[in-house]
Every structure is written in C-alpha cells, then in structure tokens.
C-alpha cells in the first residue's frame, strides 16, 4: 500500500467550500478506496493518500489538474504496511474556531501515523495557528 503526502497553495481567485471538497473527495476516494487526511487552512492544502499504487496515482494526478491547487510538492512518497489514518478525514481552520481543539484533533487524527508524517501534520497546524 502506498502513502503519498503532499502540500499545494490554493490559487487566489479560487473559490473554496471546506464542506463542498470533503463532500466531493469522500465520493471520489470511497470509489478507488483512497483513504487519509486532509488539512485546508484556508489558503494551503496538506494531504496524506493512501491505497493502491495505481489509485493514489490517479488521485493524485486528478488534484495536480484541479485549478484550485497550485504550487504542489510531494513531501513523503513511501509504502506502509497498513492505513496510517483509517477512513477519510479532513481537518480545516474556521477563523474563530479554538486553536488548541485544532491541535488536539489533528493530534488525534494522526495519532498512528509515522512520526515523521505526523510532525508533518502537527508542525503544520503549529505554524498555520501562529500565522
């Protein structure tokens, strides 16, 4: 099984429905059995796939052509002996919404991943909430 994760910028003049993507990314990746997490900030997306070699292929190559991305850069592409995140979450930022809780859920949903995956995941958080 494969474990792809990546960062991108949400392009400026794209418009962006936290809800609208989880809805759309949950049909898509329960059809090719692609499960992991998303973290949308509102401006960057930090995502974990995993699956068959052939599906996170696909989904990934379906996210480079989507025009709300831009600048992607793969930071982990490796193997994993089981699903490091389960089913399908997503984790994102709503201005007001407590800082900690967010760090606390994206403790949680990361909770078995890779330490190095998983600081990923955390440094990220710890860097959008200082911004």
Do not use: C
């Amino acid at each position: 099984m494969r474990q792809l994760v990546y960062i991108s910028s949400m392009r400026r003049q794209a418009a962006v429905d936290p809800a609208a993507i989880l809805a759309q990314s949950r049909r898509n990746n329960a059809r090719a059995r692609v499960t992991g997490l998303l973290f949308f900030d509102g401006k960057r997306f930090l995502q974990a796939l995993e699956g068959d070699d052939a599906q996170v292929d696909a989904t990934f190559a379906r996210i480079q052509q989507d025009e709300r991305h831009h600048a992607l850069v793969v930071l982990s592409n490796r193997e994993v002996e089981t699903r490091e995140f389960g089913e399908w979450a997503m984790a994102f930022n709503v201005p007001g919404d407590g800082d900690a809780d967010m760090l606390e859920r994206v403790a949680k949903l990361t909770a078995n991943a890779d330490p190095a995956v998983r600081a990923t995941f955390e440094g990220f958080a710890k860097v959008r909430r200082a911004a």
